[in-house]
């Protein structure tokens, strides 16, 4: 099947049907829209890479903001946003979440723990997410909306959400509950950490959460998140 004939439309999503039409060696026709710099489509990628189907993800690269859609990820996710990726069949999954869960399920990974450790991977990775999400928020009111009406009080609201999720993550290091796990929760915090570095250096998160940096620092050492590392297109 033609990569454009997949994208073109969408059916709603049956796992059954996915399994059945996208066997491990016709997963190539995967297209995930994808940016470099997001955290989210970051996490699809690592994903991707620790269920060890990297290879198997179209990458289609696109600019886009709030106020500037792209209109071929509109064609995928009404939503506009991204990551969205479309399967070989022309379903349509988005949002990180699903679309990492559906790579797990699919290529058969353990990055979803069983039991009680679901949970607090799931936690963490939520947790993880809302550092994102606000300092994505953070960088939007402070790169994209004009100067004149920018909102201070709403960029340090948004920092301050990531202080408070990095007082929570630095008493984890502490107790060692972080310690070597590999699962979506863990991943997701690596994940976050970096954006951290990557948008607001100044912030030096490190400084005040020792143990959460000596935790990254070899946590980062993965080679799925030295691959996917984030950079402007």
Not at 14 to 27: G, H, I, L, M, S
Request: net charge negative; with cysteine.
């Amino acid at each position: 099947m033609m990569l454009n004939a997949v994208c073109s439309g969408h059916r709603a999503y049956n796992p059954d049907d996915a399994r059945k039409n996208n066997p491990t060696k016709d997963r190539s026709c995967m297209k995930l829209h994808f940016n470099p710099a997001s955290p989210f489509v970051r996490k699809v990628l690592v994903v991707a890479h620790e269920c060890g189907i990297a290879d198997k993800i179209i990458k289609s690269p696109v600019l886009l903001t709030p106020v500037k859609p792209d209109n071929n990820v509109i064609t995928d996710n009404p939503l506009g946003k991204i990551p969205a990726l479309v399967l070989d069949d022309g379903a349509t999954l988005y949002d990180s979440r699903v679309i990492c869960a559906y790579i797990n399920d699919l290529a058969g990974g353990t990055l979803y723990p069983d039991g009680a450790g679901k949970w607090m991977a799931l936690r963490r990775e939520a947790c993880a997410d809302g550092i994102c999400d606000a300092a994505v928020l953070a960088r939007y009111e402070g790169f994209v909306r004009p100067q004149a009406k920018r909102w201070d009080d709403w960029i340090n609201a948004q920092i301050e959400k990531c202080g408070r999720a990095l007082t929570v993550l630095e008493l984890e290091a502490e107790q060692g509950s972080l310690a070597d796990n590999i699962d979506i929760g863990t991943l997701s915090v690596a994940i976050a950490l970096d954006y951290l570095d990557f948008r607001f250096p100044q912030e030096n998160w490190r400084e005040s959460h020792p143990k959460l940096a000596v935790w990254h620092q070899g946590y980062a050492s993965r080679e799925s998140l030295v691959q996917s590392m984030p950079h402007d297109l």
